[in-house]
């Protein structure tokens, strides 16, 4: 999704900026760009179809051009002030005309975030004023709305002071402007730089502009009227101010300022903010100033680095094992979890339920998947799963006394989050206790629960997500005991056996990714193929549904998933040699009935792929590939411990076919609109 980073320093703002942009890459976009005010106070602004370095080229070739004609420095692309943007396409295509940021006038310049859902309304109107449109986007109304509102304070301003400075000056009128040409009174300008001392010009035309804006916002505006500062602002896309040393930022995440601060503001829903490079001045929902704390985060510059790695994805497979340890810490003992790990009040709240209802989107709705069977299996305790773009849109029924649980790595998925809302609608009239699992703390989905486990995967760059999906699981699996032990459903000995497998995780782990060079060869067999079936039975079901989503996101080859005694109900009729077959075979009560559906495609000519159990006993035979995956794994540890080699093989299959594996095309990583 789209990414904002901004800037207002004593410094030249443009490498923090492009370095910011960097970071955010891994959000997903197709076209990025920046404005600053140069050193004549003046907005300049390069946009740019495609990667960042794209970008980056045009600033070069700029600042070249510049010196060859043996311009002064500071005629070069460079400003103090600044803001950012890297789009990925809602409203209009692709494009470096619907790129960010958006400018009105040569005065206002826009970085938008989410989607303005009464723009087309907006557009009618700001038709009707004169002004012109240069992009299909719904955040150019938002330039003009800024800068309409602008224009209207500074009116005021001039009327109260026309008696007292000049008599001569008439208040503006609203201008019929086309983009990038100014046409404002330079006298009333003198006058309002009087005025401006006292003022807060931006601030207050970004918090009228704001009134006529539906839907969901995360804003950065600069302006020459107020040329010092930078206005941020949120509602319903995250946004963070990050706090330097006679210097402040803004970006939709921490990662893209790690390199200039660690400390942060997490802007609240409502929230405006005036930067300025000594202050930051918080205005809440409701118009009052408000304090908010500064956070320090623990995350270093080199958390989001690829280090030897050649793709993000690449390297987050390989910190899986740390990733479960650092989110086992501090949650379990030697023989037990610790129920507090989800809130000093969860176990009081655990030990009312009587249901579970898990909310999620793609991989994330994966995890909760597998919860299920948990769950049922092995506490008894009624656990449904849906997807929240289909929950929120439905009248779903909600007994009293359900958990309702999100999963999320980014804590800001539309989707997810509105279902949350929703269901808090109703926790006046029912009891609904909330519980999220995120991998992001300070997210909206944090902020919005009553209980909040974060899972410590560290940043996950890479848009498929791997560590992020292996420590929900992990997470969930301390849920099942949690909520089994506080409701009296789950032995000593039942938890001994779960928090002793967890602790065995990050070496089944490390085992498993030993089998690369084995899944490297077997990748081959994808390289021409159109389509790949993956199955599993119980909880390999819903890793299968995991191992189909990683190869089409990354690899581009369709790929479904089927609970293996589905077959027969309908996929055997696409069997051929031409079709993988990745199957999943741990050595469980299922074994048996697995193996007769795999010699229902063998008997079709079906290609196996069989990732097993040491214990499992498939042999290697014509039209059977087998890979002894693990060894010996329990009933949680063997769905997180299986997905890894599918992890691997999507991976390699997605190298083979040479996509791009981080950012593969139309698909972001953080999903902030519906
Ligand atoms: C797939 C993937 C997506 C996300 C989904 C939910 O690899 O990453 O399917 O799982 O967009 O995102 P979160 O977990 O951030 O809510």
Redesign the pocket.
Known sequence: MCGIVGGVAERNIVPILLEGLKRLEYRGYDSSGIAILDTEEQIQRIRSLGKIKNLEQKIKTIDASNLVARRRDDQNFQGKIGIAHTRWATHGVPAENNAHPHICNNRVAVVHNGIIENYQQLKTQQLEQGYRFTSETDTEVVAHCVHRELVNVINNITLSNTTSVSPNVTPTVIPSEAEGSPTDNTQQQKILRQAQDDSDLLLQAVTNALKHFEGAYALGVVATDDPDTLIAARKGSPLVIGVGIGEHFIASDVSALLPVTQSFIFLEEGDVAKITREVVTIYDVNGEQVERPVKISNLTAHAVELGEHRHYMHKEIFEQPQAVIDTLEGRITQDHVLVSAFGYEAEAIFKTIQQIQII??????HSGLVAKYWFEDIVGVPCQVEVASEYRYRNPVIQDNTLFVT???????AD?LAALQQIKLLKKVKNIPTLTICNVPESSLTRESDLTFLTHAGPEIG???TK??TTQLVALSLLLTAVGKSMSLMSEEQEQKIVHGLQKLPGLIRKALQHEEKIIEIAQCFAERESALFLGRGTMYPIAMEGA??LK?ISYIHAEAYPAGELKHGPLALIDEHIPVVTIAPHDDLLEKLKSNLQEVKARGGQMIVFEDEQSNISSEPGFRVIKATTNVGRITAPITFNVPLQLLSYHVALIKGTDVDQPRNLA???TVE
């Open positions: 999620a989107c793609g991989t994330s709705y999963i999320s790595q980014s804590g800001e998925t997810t848009v498929a997500s992020a999906f989503l990683k996101e990583k953080s999903v």
